[in-house]
Each structure stands twice: as C-alpha cells, then as structure tokens.
C-alpha cells in the first residue's frame, strides 16, 4: 500500500477516535491520535491478519500495553473490519462491547486486554516465547507509551525477552514525551529510552517521526531483518498529532473534547481528509 493510502486511512483513524471520545464524554485523546499512524501500519500493511478470521492460529499478535490509547486501537479495527465504524460512537458507553480499556473476550480483533501499564509487554513476551517453543513462525507486536517505561515491570520482561533472544518480538515505545501528570523530564524521565534497551540485549531501532510512513516502513523493515534478538523501535512522535490545539498538550492526555472542541476537530480532519484526496 502507498503512503498517500496509508495517510488517508490514519486520517480516518483519527476522526474515529475523536468521534469515540467525544461520544463517551471521558478516554485518551492525546496518546491515541500519536499513535494513529503507527496503529495504520501495523494493520494495514505490517501484520499477518484476516479480520474475516479474528482467532487465526497463525496471525501475528498485538499487544496494546499503554491500554488506555483503546480509542486508537479501536479506530483502526474498525477500519480493518473487524467491527462496524459506527459502534466507535458507544465507546465506555453501558453495555457497549468497546470499554474503556481492550477486552479480549469481547472485541474482535484484540489479542490481550490491558490496561494496567507495564504488563502488557510481558504478556507479550510470553507470546512470542511461546511462538517460539511451539515452532510458529507469528510475530508479536506491543506498543508502550514513554510514561509506562517508568514502571519497573517493563525492564523485567525487557530483560527476559533479549536473553531469550526473542527475535519474533518488536517492542514499539511512543516517545511523544508527555504523560499524564506533564513532560517526561518533569515527571520521571526513563531517558535515555535507547541505550536502556541497548543494555537488555535488544536491537534498536530510532525513528525521528514517528508520524513518518515513509520512516515507519524503513523501521519495521530492519525489525524484520534483525535476527538473534528483539526489537524495539523507539519513535518520536507529536501528542495530539493531527488536531492542532491538542498537539503537544499535556491537557489532551485523558480529556474528551466538549461539543465545540469536537466540532473543530472534526473540521480540521475533514479538511485534512480532503486535501490528501486531492493529492
């Protein structure tokens, strides 16, 4: 698939997550929407999946470790058909299959539920080592946020996962440089992200924009070349990509847009939709 293709979709993945969080009245628009052309590529062009066989023992797996960016995860299944695009509307909503965290037992598509932050990269650990115990030759996915790397189980599975040599893993970090409470610097930093997985055996991979298909391609690409060890791919990227008075602002971290706010988003996406058409 072309960028100009992939960047329409993203376009249409971030209108979903607007359309989602604006409906619940609560979720994470911030972290959602930096992740939205990451969340496309994995979907639309990285993974082995079949949305018409959501169980396939041979698909690739995806972790979403930073589980409350759900409203992005959601967005891009249901653009890959997984589910409707109109249920994006009934997220948290009582009775609505799509939570405020991903559920597996209850969404096609999701893999693992999460939520907690730290525990979703070893449980992505466990799939890929159990990948590799049963002969399979699936990949395993995992996106964390550059807060979460704060948590110290992240560095447990880390290190298990590089002396493992778990080669079939790529742990992809969002470095928007934000997190809930302000900038990472202020708040905890994890810094330096690269050398620190460096240290647990893994091979990284840097990517100055993260919101790059063009970047994001190349990287993925020596993900799947390296072998004898895991992945990370360490991408910098704008909090709030796409909706300009969310870019960059801490505020939009955990914060539903009220009806005006969420008017001129959706504006500003449409209006950013129809340019890529015209391209």
């Known amino acids: ?12 993945v971030r209108q979903g997550i607007i359309e989602g969080v604006h409906s619940a009245k609560a979720g994470h628009p911030g972290g959602s929407l930096s992740s939205a052309d990451v969340f496309t590529y994995l979907y639309f062009e990285e993974m082995n999946i079949d949305p018409r066989d959501p169980k396939m023992p041979g698909r690739d797996r995806f972790v979403l470790s930073k589980g409350h960016n759900a409203p992005g ?3 891009v299944l249901a653009q890959r058909g997984y589910f409707p695009v109109e249920d994006l509307k009934t997220l948290r909503h009582t ?3 799509l939570q405020g965290h991903p559920d597996m037992k209850h969404i096609p598509g999701v893999d693992m539920s999460s939520g907690s932050l730290g525990q979703g990269i070893s449980a992505a650990v466990g799939m890929a080592l159990s990948a590799r115990m049963d ?3 699936y990949r395993v996915y995992t996106l964390l946020g550059d807060g979460e790397l704060e948590e110290g189980q992240v560095w447990e599975a880390a290190m298990f996962a590089g002396h493992r040599k778990l080669d079939n893993l790529v742990v992809i970090v969002d470095n928007n440089g934000l997190q809930i409470d302000g900038r990472l610097e202020d708040v905890c930093s994890p810094c330096p992200i690269d050398r620190k997985f460096e240290a647990f055996n893994f091979h990284v991979v840097c990517v100055e924009d993260g919101n790059d298909f063009g970047q994001l391609k190349a990287a993925f690409e020596e993900a799947r070349a ?18 300009s008075y969310m870019e960059n602002n801490a505020a939009w971290h955990g914060k539903a ?9 959706m504006e500003e996406l449409r209006k950013a939709g129809e340019a890529l058409c015209q391209r």
């Open 1 to 12: 698939m072309d960028k100009l293709k992939l960047q329409q979709i993203a376009n249409k």
């Open 73 to 75: 995860l959601y967005s």
């Open 95 to 97: 009775g609505s299959y």
């Open 135 to 137: 002969n399979r030759d």
């Open 226 to 243: 390296t072998k004898g060890m895991p992945t990370a791919i360490v991408m910098k990227t704008v909090k709030g990509k796409g909706v």
């Open 257 to 265: 847009p009220n009806d005006e706010e969420y008017a001129a988003a």
